[in-house]
């Protein structure tokens, strides 16, 4: 798995950007720029730059990953290949699939990260074993 790899599990996504002599604008509309219906939004900020978060797979949940303000490096592994990227730029989006395994690191000082998911927060839908992830997806294929 390479981000070159046109897998379905996990692509960059470019927006549109509008600029003009007031700066640049960017929009991300559900079911066109990102392939789900946005169902909710969050954001990570104040992370310490030595933190690290995600370590966990979903069930179901797609999502849309940027980078408004800063830069992190996120991990992921779909079971069997693992890549890795840098989020740096906000016109540019990382969907992450159901069933892959994120770890993100190496977050600047005043990093933003914001985060369109296709469905509300559900607890039950996180695999936070990395072995009960791999036997999940290794099972399914
Ligand atoms: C991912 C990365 C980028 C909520 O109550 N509602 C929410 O919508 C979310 C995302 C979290 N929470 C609670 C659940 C935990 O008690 O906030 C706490 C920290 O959540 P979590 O450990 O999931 O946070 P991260 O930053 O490690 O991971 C999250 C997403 O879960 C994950 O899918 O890709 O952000």
Avoid at 16 to 42: A, K, N, Q, W
Avoid at 67 to 84: M, N, P, V, Y
């Amino acid at each position: 798995m390479t981000p070159d790899s046109g897998t379905d599990l996990i692509r960059l996504i470019d927006l549109p950007v509008v600029s003009d002599p007031r700066g640049d604008l960017t929009f991300v509309e559900g079911e066109t720029h990102v392939p789900f219906p946005i169902r909710r939004v969050y954001y990570l900020y104040n992370v310490p730059v030595d933190a690290e978060r995600g370590g966990h797979a979903h069930r179901e949940l797609e999502q849309v990953i940027f980078a408004l303000s800063g830069s992190f490096r996120i991990k992921l592994d779909d079971g069997t290949a693992r890549t890795e990227f840098w989020l740096r730029d906000p016109r540019k989006g990382l969907y992450v699939s159901r069933l892959v395994w994120r770890e993100m690191d190496s977050f600047s000082q005043g990093a933003v990260c914001m985060v369109l998911a296709s469905r509300p927060y559900e607890e039950g839908d996180y695999f936070r074993s990395h072995a009960e992830f791999v036997e999940q997806v290794r099972g399914a294929s």
